[in-house]
């Protein structure tokens, strides 16, 4: 499961290259619930053609870009400030995502800052950090704020869940006052949650969030041919009225070809039907060198190659309708 780690970017880049991009070259942002983490070629040797050139192809096939920052290593608020002018320069919108979990080994633990004092969720001083960190993200007024990513991997570990789950509210309701127009999201990991029948846990978030969000990675069904129908329909079941998105979808081409990760995006539009997503986030645009040991295979979770040209899934998502 990932983040689509796309923070790296402004990591890597900083505000310099940014404001130095040239106009944009093509015609706004597509009109569609489709969009894409931000993840430029070349990665982290990102230049400033790659970064204009990832915001006209994320224009080309979506409305939306989306931004994750670990909350242990958060990007500087001038990049993010960057990022989002460049995105709705093309009229993207800027979905972004704080995630206090940690990205390996399972995400069963926080991901505290070293400057904040203390271990757990359930901590004063990481509760305070954690909402005054959240509330800065909030005024920065992306288009949508997440509070966390797939944190139904945290039941794992019982006690910082309950924490967790007791921070997201406090923290929600401190930006709905603030923000009270401001969508706020929380992402579960479905392939996960479907497989483990952890559906008790989302009613816990009600008093949380706005729009329920879902990362996906199907590929243990070896073959998209294999996913049932009814795969993302089910969550209507759960949730038969609430707001939904889908976060991180994603295919590695690592997992039976190029071939078999367009066919999957291909049946997106058909598996998710019933669903009614308000959003479907690629995962990456580009592939990258980023994910290591067992998360290695997400790498390949781009529809075009590291170094910029397309994979067979691109045309596929050039003609996908949501």
Request: aromatic letters at 10%; hydrophobic letters at 40%; charged letters at 25%.
């Amino acid at each position: 499961m990932s983040d689509a780690r796309a923070f790296w970017v402004a990591l890597a880049l900083g505000s310099s290259v940014l404001l130095a991009a040239p106009e944009p070259e093509v015609a706004k942002a597509k009109p569609s619930g489709l969009g894409v983490a931000i993840s430029p070629a070349h990665f982290p040797n990102t230049s400033e053609q790659d970064l204009s050139d990832f915001f006209n192809l994320a224009a080309r096939m979506g409305s939306h870009v989306g931004l994750i920052t670990d909350w242990n290593a958060m990007v500087p608020p001038d990049d993010l400030r960057n990022l989002m002018a460049a995105s709705r320069a093309k009229g993207l919108e800027f979905h972004l995502t704080l995630s206090p979990i940690t990205l390996y080994g399972g995400r069963k633990d926080p991901a505290i800052p070293p400057r904040v004092k203390g271990a757990s969720f359930g901590d004063p001083e990481v509760r305070s950090a954690f909402l005054k960190d959240a509330l800065a993200l909030a005024d920065l007024n992306p288009d949508s704020l997440g509070l966390g990513t797939e944190v139904n991997l945290l039941a794992r570990n019982p006690a910082e869940f309950k924490h967790y789950v007791s921070l997201s509210q406090e923290v929600y309701q401190a930006v709905k006052r603030k923000h009270p127009s401001l969508t706020v999201t929380i992402s579960f990991q479905w392939d996960v949650l479907l497989t483990q029948k952890q559906f008790d846990l989302l009613p816990l978030f009600q008093s949380s969030l706005d729009v329920y969000s879902f990362t996906t990675y199907p590929s243990a069904f070896k073959k998209p041919a294999l996913i049932p129908e009814d795969y993302y329909a089910c969550i209507r079941k759960l949730l038969p009225r609430e707001r939904i998105e889908f976060s991180e979808v994603g295919w590695s081409s690592d997992e039976g070809g190029e071939e078999a990760q367009a066919a999957y995006l291909a049946r997106l539009p058909e598996l998710m039907r019933e669903a009614r997503p308000e959003h479907v986030t690629l995962a990456l645009l580009h592939d990258v060198k980023a994910f290591k040991a067992e998360l290695s295979s997400l790498n390949a979770t781009g529809i075009r190659r590291f170094d910029g040209p397309p994979k067979k899934a691109w045309e596929t998502v050039l003609r996908l309708k949501f």
